[in-house]
T-cell receptor
Framework: DTGVSQNPRHKITKRGQNVTFRCDPI?????LYWYRQTLGQGPEFLTY????????KSRLLSDRFSAERPKGSFSTLEIQRTEQGDSAMYLC?????????????FGSGTQLSVL | KQEVTQIPAALSVPEGENLVLNCSFT??????LQWFRQDPGKGLTSLLL???SQREQTSGRLNASLDKSSGRSTLYIAASQPGDSATYLC??????????WGAGTKLIIKP
């Protein structure tokens, strides 16, 4: 068990380009979360999956954001037509959800800079 | 709407001191409260989880308390060490099952 893995660690892109991030959760974990975090703030919820089903998506998430988790394993987060306001740390977390008292395990994040 | 506040935003103390970090929340309808640690440029590490029916949890030099009625939690760190320097965030699992986060307290332990 190597923990939650996120790739790439850093991404620099020009405004208007599309970017895709990958998250590999801990293998037996059935829940996977995506968060966004800006400097000096706590993480902001984006979306989560239980197995392959996307159960909730933040109302703050525009149509430019999409996430998938095929076969309930790894997940990808895509941002289309990036804007400077998308610059942030994108965090992935996984858990084995048996009740509400789940412990989240976070990856090291992908730092996105939109120029 | 649930809001989580952490005060102070930053704290600097000499090595060896005991210290307390504060977290407050506006809605007592929570399932649990968690404390996390975040090192610069890194993800978060879960430190302690207190269920709504519990009053405190301990792990090594860390002790977290929860008072739902007053909407407060504290994280007590005993005998602080330079390696404790990090940002500490609290998060509550609210009735809609999501985690609501505070902005964190940046802790610096001076050798």
């Amino acid at each position: 068990d190597t923990g939650v893995s996120q790739n790439p660690r850093h991404k620099i892109t020009k405004r208007g380009q599309n970017v895709t991030f990958r998250c590999d959760p801990i293998s037996e974990h059935n829940r996977l979360y995506w968060y966004r975090q800006t400097l000096g703030q706590g993480p902001e919820f984006l979306t989560y999956f239980q197995n392959e089903a996307q159960l909730e998506k933040s109302r703050l998430l525009s149509d430019r954001f999409s996430a998938e988790r095929p076969k309930g394993s790894f997940s990808t987060l895509e941002i289309q037509r990036t804007e400077q306001g998308d610059s942030a740390m994108y965090l992935c977390a996984s858990s084995f959800q048996s009740d509400f008292n789940e412990k989240l395990f976070f990856g090291s994040g992908t730092q996105l800079s939109v120029l | 709407k649930q809001e989580v506040t952490q005060i102070p935003a930053a704290l600097s103390v000499p090595e060896g001191e005991n210290l307390v970090l504060n977290c407050s929340f506006t809605d007592s309808a929570i399932y649990n409260l968690q404390w996390f640690r975040q090192d610069p440029g890194k993800g978060l590490t879960s430190l302690l989880l207190i269920q709504s029916s519990q009053r405190e949890q301990t792990s090594g030099r860390l002790n977290a308390s929860l008072d739902k009625s007053s909407g407060r939690s504290t994280l007590y760190i005993a005998a602080s060490q330079p390696g404790d320097s990090a940002t500490y965030l609290c998060a509550v699992r609210h009735s809609n099952y999501q985690l609501i986060w505070g902005a964190g307290t940046k802790l610096i332990i001076k050798p």
